[in-house]
């Protein structure tokens, strides 16, 4: 007879291996036992779970009643809903609102959309229009918002009261590197703050990539803003003006490109 002596650690080692070995066999005598049930209850199952999806999107009470459009002024809220072809009737669980902002967002008035599910009967249709900051002209005139977008033509009957945008090439303006898109924003930022001012600029020139000239409507004055720093810039020139108020005519420019000062020019004197 051989004798085995157990010391109490690997008696305890023993002991775990044989709970380790109970616990493995009982989870797959679970697994099996649940995948044969799971097999045998599978078709009913999934025949249920389909029926009742089909009485759910089929249902008339998901039909659609109302289409709410917010936000529109320069396109109707018809055209919208035209556009995004909708109806009333459509199943609200059929509609997708991604689809539909994407129809809608191809308008060159679109800036932003976002279109709502609203269980259990209606869509809502959030719409942010693009406001014309000035035009430029580009073989023809387009409109340009506040984020430097050329988004639409302008055409027979559409509104010329803004400011021209010159000396940009059709080739910087098609120029995907976002350079240019910025500059043109900062021209549009100093447009407004000029009329803040109670000044109407009627064209900003792009004399170079770091010279921006301005004209407004109230005198002949070329004004020479260089780039950037506008708040200042405009601050200077409105205390020089002051001093030249009533005699604006003999100033051929104003040039603001210098960092603390504004250099004044004057007309040549007719003989």
Sequence with gaps: MQLKVYRKDNRKREIGRWRRYLMRLGVATVLVVGAVVLYRLSGPAMIAAASLRDFIIENPYFSVREIQVRGGEKISGNEIVT????????????????????KIARHPWVRRVLVHREFPRRITIDVEERTPKAIVAVRKLYYVDSDGVL??????????????????????????????????REAVHLNDLMVQRSYQPSELHFDAPDRLVVFTNQFPVALRMGWGNWEEKLVRMQRLMTLWKGHEERLASLDMSFSDQVVARLRRAEN
């Design 83 to 102: 556009i995004a072809g909708l109806r009333q009737g459509m199943n609200i669980w059929k509609i997708d609102p991604v689809e539909i902002e994407a």
């Design 151 to 184: 988004f639409k033509e302008v055409e027979a009957g559409d509104s010329m009261n803004f400011p021209m945008l010159t000396g940009l090439s059709a080739a910087q303006l098609m120029d995907p590197n976002q350079a240019m898109r910025k500059r043109i």
